[in-house]
């Protein structure tokens, strides 16, 4: 049986609606712990229990290695399996959240996660103050340009390892998925003369590819397509291991959360000789920015610089991948293992 690892848990009942309020704080040795507000139905509590503890482990791991002075953490209200939340008791969830967060003094700050908005962090933010990406009209904003913009930084990184330049004029990549994430980052790309193929199952935006000079193909032959570098930027779970012989790509890197449908899948791709960086330090940009500008209230161009650091992160990722052959999925575990050995 694995050790107890985590610095502290909460479990309640909601003062407002007896639902369970989960907090798992797995570390806040490198700073006050983050992680999303999950709601969502469970067949038992307990469940929900397991979900916070393996979720907040993960978001240390990522705090870590994308160097942020931040910890992990999550929360889990597990509501019955058959349950339908109405405005009102959603209400009352949210401020059990918050004060359940409250008695954690600071060491834990939550965002949206699966089952909460934006829109519910701002209620939550009206009893606590350790809550982030709440609207615009609230002091957040939209994460979507940060994270298009640490992918370009992740994909300059993957650039100067394969062909020695940042610049991606006459660089070949597919972008899977023309999404809030992918249009952006498409668009950045061809302004810097990058040969674009593009993708999207919705058929609308086809046009989009048009006005980019990019090659509209289907989503599968985007996956497959002969380019440097394919950006999965939609759902997760496209790298398969059926997939892996069928690219032609020499790298991965893109914003699509799990991409990998099993973890053995990076041991394949790295036996091809396809070099793909962990989604999660592709994607941090997002969460980077919000963190920097909402909690430690840092100027956009501070965040800015922030978000492009991912382009050093990948680098090293990817060098001490070559140098001690392993997967830049390891050398990124190893990566957070040292900084949090280090805090
Ligand atoms: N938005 C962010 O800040 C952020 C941050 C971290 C990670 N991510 C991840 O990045 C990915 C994209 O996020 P987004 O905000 O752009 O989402 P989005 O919903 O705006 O866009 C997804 C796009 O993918 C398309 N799509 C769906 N299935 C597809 C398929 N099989 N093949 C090709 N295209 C398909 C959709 O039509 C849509 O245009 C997601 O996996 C998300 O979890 C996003």
Redesign the pocket.
């Known amino acids: 049986m694995p050790g107890f690892q985590h610095e502290h848990v909460v479990v309640r009942s909601g003062g407002r609606s007896g639902l369970p309020v989960i907090i798992a704080v797995h570390s806040t040795k490198l700073g006050q712990a983050v992680g999303g507000c999950r709601v969502w139905r469970y067949a038992d509590w307990r469940d929900g229990l397991a979900d916070a503890l393996r979720l907040s482990a993960a978001m240390t791991a990522k705090c870590a290695v994308a160097g942020l002075a931040n910890g992990g953490g999550k929360t889990v209200v597990a509501l019955p399996a058959d349950a339908e939340l109405d405005a009102a008791t959603r209400r009352m969830v949210l401020h059990d959240v918050a004060d359940a967060i409250t008695s954690l003094s600071g060491t834990y700050a939550t965002g949206p996660d699966v089952g909460t908005t934006p829109e519910d962090m701002a209620v939550i933010g009206e009893r606590t103050p350790h809550v982030f990406c709440r609207p615009e009209r609230h002091g957040g904003g939209g ?2 340009a940060a ?1 298009a913009l640490g992918t370009l930084a992740a994909l300059r990184a993957v650039r100067r390892r394969l062909h020695g330049t940042a610049a991606f004029r006459g660089a070949r990549l597919a972008v ?7 249009m952006r980052l498409a668009r950045l790309l061809a302004a810097e003369g990058a040969e674009l193929v593009v ?4 058929p609308a ?1 086809r046009h989009e590819s048009d006005t980019l000079g990019a090659t509209w193909v289907s ?1 599968e032959e985007a996956l497959t397509a002969d380019v440097d570098i394919v950006v999965p ?4 779970g496209v790298l398969t291991a059926d997939v892996v012989p069928d690219l032609r790509c020499a790298a991965i890197a893109g ?3 799990n991409q990998l449908a099993a973890e053995d899948v990076a041991g394949l791709l790295h036996r091809r000789g396809i070099a793909w960086v962990p989604d999660h330090v592709v ?1 941090a940009g ?1 969460v980077i920015n919000t963190l920097a500008v909402e909690l430690h209230h840092e100027s956009a161009d501070e965040a800015r610089k922030r978000v492009e650091a991912i382009e050093h992160t990948v680098s090293d990722l990817l060098h001490t991948a070559e140098l001690q052959r392993v997967t830049p999925a390891q050398a990124a575990t190893e990566l957070a293992r040292l900084r949090l050995a280090s805090a």
């Open positions: 994460s979507s994270t899977v998925g023309l999404g809030s994430v992918g993708a999207d199952i919705d935006k989503p930027a939609a759902l997760g914003p699509a959360n994607s997002g």
